[in-house]
């Protein structure tokens, strides 16, 4: 059986672990958008991006070579250095309870699905409080309730995807790249791999599923037809695909669920030997979790990283308030603190994206383009602040830390990102009863038969936990469903 996967991110690392171990499979990669900077291409830094190894570059679907052209509002992931398509890093944490209240039971991934992804990773990881509500590997009942029925507020260092751990060291400073897993399955002449690819859609029939792309940006069509793809591009690029394969040229809109994210700035005023913060300091690694789960949640997990000020944001802030950085910033870098809190998406107004297909007047390929219109009912998070703020009181004796009065608008132009946070999803979700364009429980896209999809626009609703996992885990989820199916549902 030959079996597609679109995208090199989580999505497509958590199937490929999923796949790798069955003989039959003959799998292909394509891996969108760049690489690695092709000659001449300037390094231009483009929003909610980071720096990484001294270049940044452009995302894939907004490469300049391309026929096919993109205007969008930088919708990715922060873990996207440079925008690029290698993925790195990632904050592993699993939701439970409440957080997948919205998807149907069978859409949730297992403990054995997350078990699968952490076994491939490297992942900095300490016994401490955090662990004692959310151990490293779940059983089925730690996804089910909290342990706790009062408020419940749990604090411990952060746990973050490293490519090599040094056991009680910490890590080599090397982050976890999903690259790095595709190439050895390369080396291993386990998977046929194609980079620098763009895909404009699928044609799916009886027999099979016809991927028609470009490679390499050289605007020759190519096809590629296999038994079934699974596509994981990324939630907005994901989108932009089905809506082409479903319904060609015109113009759909779609709710982009999108988690609410809030920011603080801390002073650090002292230390807690119990709590060592150096290796993931040294790194500029996020340092600290904190899960709080309460009435002023509503009852949902809410997230909180906390991270010093780091070499990138002093650059940043240095860039907009000249000598920022070689006095005050420098100054400041031991003791000034941020906090990044997501919460779960219901608590947050959808955000409306446009997906239009259109030829252009040579009757070349087809041009997509994407609006992002901002939601006009931000929800204000009263409550949820109010909820961090007595976590962080709670907690006082690990994190030694001061609350900066204002310390929210400091961190709103640090993290120049409009929609307010790096998590979306729940385009294309999976439903029990799904219409055209959404997608059954198994992943599959009705109206597309053999068309999975496998990252986030699937996800019926965004917890506010950290998603990288819940992607891997789930994109697992659905590649191993399709080793027991021997009939396809989509119509």
Not at 149 to 154: D, I, K, L, P, R
Not at 299 to 316: A, C, V
Not at 440 to 469: C, M, N, Q, R
Request: hydrophobic share 35%; with cysteine; charged share 20%.
């Amino acid at each position: 059986m030959k079996i597609a996967i679109i995208g090199t991110g989580f999505a497509g690392f958590g199937a490929l672990t999923a796949l790798i171990s069955n003989p039959e499979y003959e799998i292909y990669v394509l891996d969108i958008g760049l690489t690695e900077r092709y000659p001449n291409q300037r390094n231009q830094i483009v929003p909610n991006a980071k720096e990484h190894k001294g270049s940044y570059y452009s995302y894939g679907i907004n490469d300049v070579r391309w026929s096919v052209k993109c205007e969008s509002q930088r919708i990715c992931s922060s873990h996207a250095f440079g925008g690029h398509s290698t993925v790195y890093s990632g904050a592993i944490l699993y939701p439970k309870g409440n957080d997948l209240d919205q998807w149907p039971q069978e859409c949730r991934p297992t403990s054995g699905d997350y078990k699968e992804i952490i076994k491939n990773i490297g992942v900095m990881y300490e016994e401490d409080g955090l662990s004692d509500e959310f151990p490293l590997l779940p059983e089925e009942d730690d996804l089910l309730t909290s342990k706790r029925t009062t408020h419940n507020s749990v604090f411990g260092l952060s746990r973050i995807a490293v490519e090599n751990l040094k056991g009680n060291e910490g890590c080599d400073r090397g982050l976890f790249n999903t690259s790095t897993y595709f190439r050895t399955k390369l080396t291993e002449r386990k998977i046929q791999y194609y980079k620098n690819c763009y895909v404009y859609g699928v044609e799916s029939n009886q027999e099979n599923v016809k991927i028609n792309w470009e490679l390499g940006g050289d605007g020759k069509a190519k096809a590629l037809e296999v038994d079934l793809v699974l596509v994981g591009a990324g939630c907005v690029n994901t989108t932009g695909i089905i809506d082409r394969s479903l319904f060609g040229e015109g113009e759909r809109k779609y709710n982009l669920k999108c988690a609410g994210m809030f920011m603080d700035a801390f002073l650090k005023v002292g230390h807690n030997k119990h709590y060592d913060n150096s290796s993931r300091r040294a790194v500029g690694f996020p340092e600290f979790f904190i899960e709080s789960n309460s009435r002023l949640t509503k009852n949902t997990w809410m997230h909180s990283q906390i991270s010093g000020i780091n070499d990138q944001i002093i650059e940043m802030i240095n860039s907009k308030i000249p000598l920022f950085g070689r006095i005050i910033g420098r100054a400041l870098k031991n003791i000034l603190y941020f906090s990044i809190t997501v919460i779960h998406s219901k608590h947050v107004e959808p955000v409306l994206i446009k997906c239009s297909s259109v030829r252009d007047q040579s009757n070349g390929p087809l041009i997509h383009f994407i609006n992002v219109c901002e939601s006009k009912n931000a929800q204000q998070y009263l409550s949820f602040r109010a909820a961090f703020y007595a976590s962080i009181k709670s907690h006082w004796m690990g994190l030694c830390m001061i609350r900066i009065p204002l310390g929210g608008l400091i961190g709103d132009v640090i993290k120049g990102n409009r929609l307010g946070s790096w998590h979306f999803g729940g385009t294309i979700p999976m439903v029990k009863d799904p219409c055209i364009g959404q997608c059954l429980p198994t992943g599959e896209v009705l109206g597309l038969k053999g068309v999975y999809v496998i990252d986030s626009a699937a996800f019926p609703s965004v917890p506010g936990s950290t998603v990288a996992l819940l992607i891997a885990a789930n994109a697992h989820r659905v590649a191993r469903g399709l080793q027991t199916r021997t009939n396809y549902l989509g119509s």
